[in-house]
C-alpha cells in the first residue's frame, strides 16, 4: 500500500461515524505497521527498480558485441575487460535513466499513469535519485580509470569514447535535454549502438576501428525501436507536458512504420550477411517471430509492456548476433 492509499484509507475512516479517536488510532496502527517495510531490503528493491533494469539489455548487447568483434578480429578475449566494460557501461546507462527520472518528474512530465512512477508515487525521493545518479556515474568513472590501466587502448581515445556516452546519457534529459526537442531519438542511436560498441571493441584490442560501427547497425536499430516504442505510447501525455518527441513529429501512421522498419531491417541485414559471407549469421533470424508478434501489438495500438517487450526481442537479437559472429569461421566477415 503506497502513501495515496493509506491518505484515502484515513480519509475514509474520517467519514465513519466512530469518531475521530478510532480514526487516530487506526492511522497510527496503520503507521506502526508500515514501519518495517521501510527496511534496507526494500530500499534497495527500491533503488533496482529506479534503474530500469528492463532497459540494461541495451547495454549489455552492444558491449557483448563489441567484445565478440574484438575476439573475431585478434583471436583471443580478456574475460577481465569485458566484465570491465559491462559495469562501466551499466553504470553510465543507470545513471542516465536516473537523470531521465529526475528530470521527467520536475518537467511535471511523469504522472500516476506513467510507466516510471519512481518520484510520482514517493517510492523515492528525488534527493535520493540524485545521489544515487552521482554515485553510479562516479563508479563508471572508477572503472573507466581501472579499464585504462589494464587495457593498452591510448587515454585520449578511452576519455572521448568514455566521456562521450556519459555526456549523451546526462544531456538526454538533463542540461540540453535532447528528449525534449525531438533528438533524444538519435542521442539513443549513436550511444547505445555505435559508441558503446566500438568502446568494447576498443578496450580488447587497444586501438581504434572503423568496422565496430558498421557492425553496430542492426543493434542500434533494434535499441531505437525500443525509445520509440516508448515514445509512442507516451504521445498524448508527451504532447500534454508540452515537450516534443519524434513519435509526436511524425504522427501515430508514420510512427508504426518507423517502428516496422527499426524492428524488420535488421533481419534483412542479416540475410545479406548470412548468404554473402557465413550462415552463422542467420541465427538472429530465430527471433522474427518475436518482431512479427510485435508489429500486430503497435499496429493494433495495444502500447502495454510494449517498450519491456521490444527490449526483450532486442536482447535476444544480440545474443544470436553475438552467438552468429562468434561461430563465424576465421576470415570469413568483412573487414575482421
Given at each position: ?31 506502526a ?6 527496511t ?33 578480429a ?24 536516473l ?15 506513467s ?25 563508471g ?31 538526454y534529459?538533463?542540461?540540453i ?27 580488447q ?132
Open positions: 500500500m503506497g502513501p495515496a492509499d493509506l491518505v484515502q484509507k484515513i480519509s475514509i475512516s474520517a467519514e465513519s461515524p466512530r469518531g475521530s479517536e478510532r480514526n487516530d488510532a487506526g492511522a497510527a496502527l496503520a503507521g505497521e508500515r514501519a518495517p517495510p521501510g534496507w531490503r526494500q530500499k534497495c528493491a527500491a533503488y533496482v527498480l529506479a534503474l530500469r533494469p528492463w532497459s540494461f539489455s541495451a547495454s549489455l548487447t552492444p558491449v557483448a558485441l563489441g567484445s565478440a568483434l574484438a575476439y573475431r585478434e583471436g583471443a578475449l580478456d574475460p577481465g575487460l569485458l566484465v570491465g566494460s559491462a559495469v562501466t557501461v551499466l553504470a553510465v546507462h543507470g545513471a542516465g535513466n537523470v531521465n527520472t529526475y528530470y521527467d518528474f520536475s518537467k511535471g512530465i511523469d504522472h500516476k499513469k510507466d516510471d512512477r519512481t518520484l510520482v508515487d514517493q517510492i523515492l525521493e528525488p534527493q535520493d535519485v540524485v545521489r544515487f545518479g552521482v554515485f553510479l556515474y562516479t563508479m568513472c572508477i572503472c573507466a580509470a581501472g579499464l585504462y590501466a589494464v587495457s593498452t587502448l591510448k587515454l585520449e581515445h578511452l576519455a572521448l569514447i568514455y566521456f562521450g556516452g556519459l555526456s549523451s546519457s546526462f544531456l534529459t538533463g542540461g535535454g535532447f528528449k525534449y526537442v525531438a533528438l533524444g531519438d538519435v542521442v539513443i542511436l549513436i550511444t547505445f549502438g555505435p559508441l558503446a560498441v566500438m568502446f568494447a571493441h576498443a578496450v584490442v587497444g586501438y581504434l576501428s572503423v568496422s565496430p560501427l558498421l557492425y553496430a547497425i542492426p543493434l542500434a536499430l533494434s535499441t531505437e525501436a525500443i525509445l520509440h516504442s516508448n515514445n509512442t505510447r507516451d504521445m498524448e501525455s508527451d504532447r500534454q507536458a508540452g515537450i516534443v518527441t519524434l513519435a509526436i513529429l511524425i504522427g501515430p501512421a508514420f510512427s508504426y512504420v518507423l517502428y516496422t522498419v527499426l524492428l524488420f531491417l535488421p533481419y534483412l541485414i542479416f540475410c545479406v550477411l548470412a548468404t554473402r559471407y557465413t550462415i552463422s549469421m542467420a541465427l538472429p533470424l530465430l527471433t522474427i517471430p518475436m518482431a512479427f508478434s510485435l508489429e500486430r501489438q503497435f499496429r493494433s495500438q495495444s502500447f502495454n509492456k510494449i517498450p519491456q517487450r521490444t527490449a526483450k526481442l532486442n536482447l535476444l537479437l544480440g545474443l544470436f548476433y553475438v552467438f552468429g559472429i562468434t561461430l563465424a569461421p576465421a576470415g570469413a566477415l568483412p573487414k575482421l
